[in-house]
């Protein structure tokens, strides 16, 4: 089974998901929480942090930094 996202809430004790989903009964699944933004300030703040984020990246993986290759790796 691949992984797929689906859409689901926390009504104060389980989760339930939003939406169907076929699922043999007894399927362990890995769950990971991720809160959907619901306001258009929190996109904000979201598209900032991801802005922020390629530029520190962009910075540490620069034009000037040599390739590395598998011999570099050491274990």
Do not use: C, N
């Not at 009964?25 to 990971?32: E, G, Q, R, S």
């Not at 258009?40 to 000037?64: N, T």
């Amino acid at each position: 089974m691949s992984a797929v996202t689906l859409k689901a809430h926390f009504d104060g004790r389980h989760l339930v998901l939003d939406e169907p989903a076929s699922l043999p009964i007894d399927t362990p699944l890995a769950v990971t929480i991720s809160p959907v933004p619901t306001s258009l300030e929190s996109v904000a703040e979201r598209a900032d942090w991801a802005a922020r984020s390629a530029q520190v990246l962009s910075r540490a993986y620069g034009d000037e930094e040599p390739e590395y290759t598998v011999s570099d790796l050491k274990t």
